[in-house]
C-alpha cells in the first residue's frame, strides 16, 4: 500500500467523519439529542474502521495518529502525512456541511449549538476551560487506549477491533457533548471552526487536551503490555 493512498483513505475517511458525525448534531441535534449524536459518532466511525482500516488504519484523527507513533507504529514522517491528510479532510468534509447548511437558509436547522458554527468544539454554558481541558484528556486518554489496545498485533482483536473503536467513540461523545461538544480530533474541531471562525478561541483545549490524552494512553498501553508480550 503506498503512502498516498493512505494519506487519501485519511483524507476521505475525516471528510466523511465531519461531514456525517457532526451534520448529526446540525441537522437533528434537538430530536436526537446528545445521546443520539455520540451514536452517530460511533456508527460512522465503525463504518469507516471496515472501509479503510485495512487501507490506513483508520486513524481519521490526529491524537490517534500521534498515539501510534509515541507506540512506534508509524514513522514521524507519516504521521505528519497522516495530519496533513486529516486536517484536510476535515476542512473539506465542514465545508460540504456549511454549504448544506447555507443551501437552504429558510429550513430549522438546530445543531446542539446552533447550525451557524457547525457543531463547533465551543465551551458550553457553565463549564470552564480547565474542565474542558481535562474532559479532553481524560476522554482521549480512554478512546486512544482502546485502539491501541484493540489493534495491537499480538494482544488486540482483529476484526472486532473496529467495533470496540466505534463504541468507544460514541461513550466519550455521549459524556463529553455536554461539556465543550466532545473533539478528542484536533481536526474534527479544524474543520467546524475554519467555517465558523468564533470557535477558535477554545481551539487550543480541543490540541492540547487531545494530544495530551493521546501521549498518556501510549504510555500506558506500552507499559499495561510490556510484560505480556516480547517484542
Known amino acids: 500500500m503506498s503512502d498516498f493512498q493512505k494519506y487519501f483513505a485519511e483524507c476521505i475517511g475525516t471528510m466523511f467523519l465531519v461531514l456525517l ?3 448529526s448534531a446540525v441537522l437533528a441535534g434537538p430530536s436526537i439529542g446528545g445521546y443520539g449524536i455520540g451514536v452517530c459518532f460511533g456508527l460512522v466511525l465503525i463504518c469507516l474502521c471496515y472501509c479503510i482500516g485495512n487501507i490506513s ?20 514522517g507519516n504521521m505528519i502525512g497522516y495530519w496533513i491528510s486529516q486536517f484536510i479532510g476535515a476542512a473539506i468534509g465542514a465545508g460540504f456541511l456549511f454549504w448544506f447548511v447555507n443551501v437552504a437558509p429558510e429550513f430549522n436547522f438546530g445543531g446542539v449549538t446552533g447550525a451557524n458554527n457547525l457543531a463547533t468544539n465551543v465551551l458550553q454554558p457553565g463549564a470552564t476551560s480547565f474542565m474542558a481541558l481535562m474532559s479532553e484528556v481524560l476522554l482521549t486518554f480512554f478512546f486512544v487506549f482502546i485502539v491501541l489496545g484493540a489493534t495491537d498485533a499480538k494482544l488486540g482483536f482483529g476484526k472486532f477491533a473496529g467495533l470496540a473503536i466505534g463504541i468507544g467513540l460514541g461513550l466519550v461523545n455521549i459524556v463529553g457533548i455536554p461539556v465543550d461538544n466532545c473533539s478528542v480530533n484536533p481536526a474534527r474541531s479544524f474543520g467546524p471552526a475554519l467555517w465558523s471562525p468564533g470557535a477558535f478561541g477554545d481551539f487550543w483545549i480541543m490540541v492540547v487536551g487531545p494530544l495530551c490524552g493521546a501521549i498518556i494512553a501510549a504510555v500506558a498501553w506500552r507499559f499495561v503490555r510490556a510484560n505480556m508480550v516480547k517484542d
Open 21 to 23: 458525525a457532526c451534520g
Open 57 to 76: 488504519g483508520c486513524h481519521v484523527n490526529p491524537a490517534v495518529s500521534f498515539g501510534v507513533w509515541i507506540n512506534g507504529g508509524m514513522s514521524f
